[in-house]
């Protein structure tokens, strides 16, 4: 009893000194929506939530300011816009010129030289012309397939490989396509300052526009130089897409260190646009990728034409690229005002530069 009693007075004191420190408060509940303890802070939890969902910036102890962002909402439209049209409408353009360069050769067939093959020779190309092309072509086809393999392997290499070999596949492929992008830049430099005084446009270009080519009928050839009316338009798309997509690869590469959109929006709104120029590093970096997929789709659905004209669809023409030199009566045929420049250069004692 007299243990009971003690530990009944011990339980008495533990209570008394427990209220006497506010443990005997009633616990403040959050009620109207209103933070408990009326100390400062927001209303609700709707409007603590609409808050970050609108991408505002916190505070963070990190180095990285971009962690003080705890949801950004551009994500989803990015996410969306990527797996979305881009997806769709660009192997709709791949898949769709290989389905339509497949019909015209089945209509049209090879591009034959109507005179046939004379046997002689002219100069069409030089080393370093064929180089630079090489360099830029061939880094352009592996940066093509790795691209191709980020936007569509998941859906299309997985499944068949399994997810190791895609895994090996994939990273080999990211490490080609940032290397390999720097020879590209390089070929693509070395081409314009070869070829750009040959891809002025002139009044005989519209002459060959007008006739198609030749390519649709057989024994038309309209006049053209060095550079056909055709060439110059490949020339320009790849070497101002080129640059683009150059511009928005290094930015990928380097992230968070430009504001290209920003600026170029700026300049936009200049002529009428009305673009938003407050842009935040990461939407910057999901601009880039949206734009970088876009031109590189695009240049790769006019690339398959360019390689299909330039070897199965045109006998002779990949001679220009491989020995430097084809077939006189191609050229005549293709190139005529360049042959008689050549010719009439032989005659004078003077040589011309060979070109495309």
């Known amino acids: 009893m ?13 209570m008394v000194g427990f209220v006497s420190m506010g443990g005997g408060q009633p616990a403040l509940a959050q009620t109207g929506g209103e933070v408990p303890g009326q100390t400062l802070g927001l209303n609700s939890d709707a409007d603590l939530w609409r808050y970050i969902r609108q991408g505002n910036t916190g505070n963070t102890q990190m180095k990285n300011e971009l962690a003080a962002v705890m949801i950004q909402s551009e994500g989803d439209n ?12 660009g192997a709709g353009g791949v898949i769709g010129i290989i389905v339509l360069l497949a019909a015209f050769y089945s209509w049209r067939g090879r591009i034959m030289i109507d005179a046939g093959p004379s046997g002689k020779t002219i100069e069409r190309f030089g080393s370093l012309d064929r180089f630079s092309h090489w ?16 936007l569509y392997g998941r859906y299309v290499l997985l499944p068949v490989i399994g997810p190791e070999a895609f895994s090996a596949i994939t990273t080999a492929g990211k490490y080609a396509h940032n290397y390999l992008s720097f020879a590209f830049m390089i070929g693509l430099a070395l081409s314009f300052l070869l070829w750009v005084k040959h ?23 309209p006049p053209a130089r060095k550079f056909n009316a055709g060439q110059k338009m ?23 260190q430009t504001a290209m959109f920003a600026k170029t929006f700026g ?39 360019h390689i299909y004209i330039g070897s199965v669809g045109m006998e002779g023409a990949l001679d220009a690229m491989n020995s430097g030199k084809v077939d006189r009566n191609w050229a005549k045929e293709h190139h005529n005002l360049w042959v008689k420049e050549v010719d009439e250069a032989e005659k004078s004692g003077k040589k011309t530069a060979p070109a495309e």
């Open 2 to 14: 007299k243990t009971l009693r003690m530990i009944s007075l011990f339980a008495l004191l533990m």
């Open 199 to 221: 891809n002025i446009p002139s009044k005989i270009d519209l002459d060959w526009l007008k006739a198609g080519g030749g390519i649709f009928s057989k024994g038309v050839h």
């Open 78 to 89: 990015w996410r969306a816009v990527r797996n979305g049209p881009i997806s769709v409408y």
């Open 234 to 256: 490949i020339f320009w798309i790849v070497m101002i897409g080129g640059l683009s997509v150059s511009m928005s690869g290094i930015a990928l590469m380097f992230p968070f």
């Open 267 to 305: 300049l936009l709104n200049v002529i009428g646009f009305d673009l938003p120029t407050q842009l935040t590093a990461l939407q910057e970096q999901q601009l880039n990728q949206l734009w970088h997929a876009i031109v590189s789709l695009v240049l790769m659905t006019i690339i398959i034409a």
């Open 135 to 150: 360099l830029m072509a061939g880094s352009f086809v592996v940066l093509a397939l790795t691209g191709l393999n980020l």
